[in-house]
Each structure stands twice: as structure tokens, then as C-alpha cells.
């Protein structure tokens, strides 16, 4: 037996299939050879299926720039997913990951303007942050949209989100899943008004 294929059978999940993180190339379900656990979970199912696509296509008309550090770029999203093959609730993990990614996606190819409850955070990259909900949107000085961030809570199903973030005395305090954190106060009337870039 080589040694490749020794790590891939020893990192496998019940049921022999491979959940190894696919190439950095791949950016969903590759349905003409899946060979991992999530992505034969995908292809395979036609609710998933569909998202998948739905994701692709949203990645082909808004993709993510290279300088985006605080939205997860999409091998790295890949990745995580494909671990869902290590939760017992495999199906609910994928389902939740992918749901996830595409409202970020969607947010990304519309961005809506500020309203009210702005931040400022101490970050030079982030200048503002905006609560619409539950949702975190995060701003460079230029009114981009550069950044999301989910209300924290305990994952059921296996998915944390890749940003997420807690408030206590009014502070705002975003916790990202490669060990990045972000401090964000609320906005005082002579801070600079931020609008999201057309």
C-alpha cells in the first residue's frame, strides 16, 4: 500500500470515503469525479446539488478579491466543508455551509447601504461595521463591502461560520476561524459616514 494511500484510508469517516480536503483549483462538487465524502454526499443529492451550482454561479459573476482578508476565500471555504464528512450530521453540515456561503455571495453581488447601528473598528483595513439583523458587514474607508461576520453561537450541526461575533457593553468583538479578531465601538456622530460602493 503507498504512503498516499495509507493517509487518505486512515483520514476516512465511516464508510471508507475519503473526506481529504479537495485541490485549491476546485471551487464546488466536482460531479464528473467525486472522490470525496462530501462532494459524492452532493452530487448525489439533488437539494445540495442545486446549491452548489447556485454558489458557482454566484462566484462566476462576483469573485472574491484577492485582498479580501476578512471574507474566506473559497478553497479555504471548500476545505471546511468537506470536513462536514467527519460530523454525524453530515447532510445538516453541507446544507448549512452552503446555504451560508451563498447568502455571503448574494450580500457580495448587492450590497446594500448602511442604515443605522454603524461601528468603528480598530482595525486600519476595517473602518465600519453595520448590524442589518443578525448579520455583521464589515467596510473599508471607501464604503466597500470587505468583510461579514455571523451572531456567534454554538454550531448544532458541525458548521461554524468563518467569522462570527459577540457584543457586550455595546463593543463589538468579531472572532474569525484562522485566529484573527476584530474590536468595533459604536460609531459617534463626528465619525465619517460610510456608504456601501455601488
Known amino acids: 500500500m503507498s504512503v498516499r494511500l495509507a493517509l487518505i484510508l486512515a483520514a476516512s469517516p465511516a464508510g471508507g470515503l ?6 485549491p483549483d476546485q471551487t464546488g462538487a466536482n460531479c464528473a469525479q467525486p472522490e470525496y465524502a462530501t462532494d459524492q454526499l452532493v452530487c448525489a443529492n439533488a437539494d445540495l446539488l442545486r446549491l452548489d451550482r447556485a454558489m458557482q454561479h454566484l462566484l462566476s459573476v462576483t469573485p472574491i478579491a484577492d485582498d479580501a482578508n476578512w471574507i474566506e476565500p473559497q478553497f479555504a471555504w471548500l476545505r471546511r466543508r468537506s470536513l462536514c464528512a467527519f460530523e454525524a450530521a453530515h447532510f445538516a453540515c453541507a446544507l448549512h455551509a452552503y446555504t451560508q456561503r451563498i447568502a455571503v455571495l448574494a450580500v457580495m453581488a448587492a450590497p446594500a447601504p448602511v442604515h443605522g447601528n454603524a461601528m468603528i473598528c ?3 483595513a476595517v473602518f465600519a461595521a453595520a448590524l442589518p439583523g ?5 467596510f473599508d474607508r471607501a464604503g466597500k463591502l ?8 454554538k454550531p448544532e ?3 461554524r461560520s468563518f467569522a462570527q461575533y459577540s457584543q457586550k457593553h455595546g463593543q ?3 472572532d474569525f476561524a484562522d485566529g484573527q479578531s476584530l474590536q468595533c465601538r459604536p460609531a459617534r456622530s463626528q465619525d465619517q459616514t460610510v456608504r456601501a460602493a455601488k
Open 146 to 153: 470587505i468583510g461579514f461576520a455571523s451572531l456567534a453561537a
Open 18 to 23: 475519503a473526506a481529504v480536503p479537495p485541490p
Open 134 to 138: 443578525q448579520t455583521l458587514r464589515l
Open 157 to 159: 450541526d458541525g458548521w
Open 172 to 174: 463589538i468583538t468579531v
Open 122 to 124: 480598530a482595525d486600519t
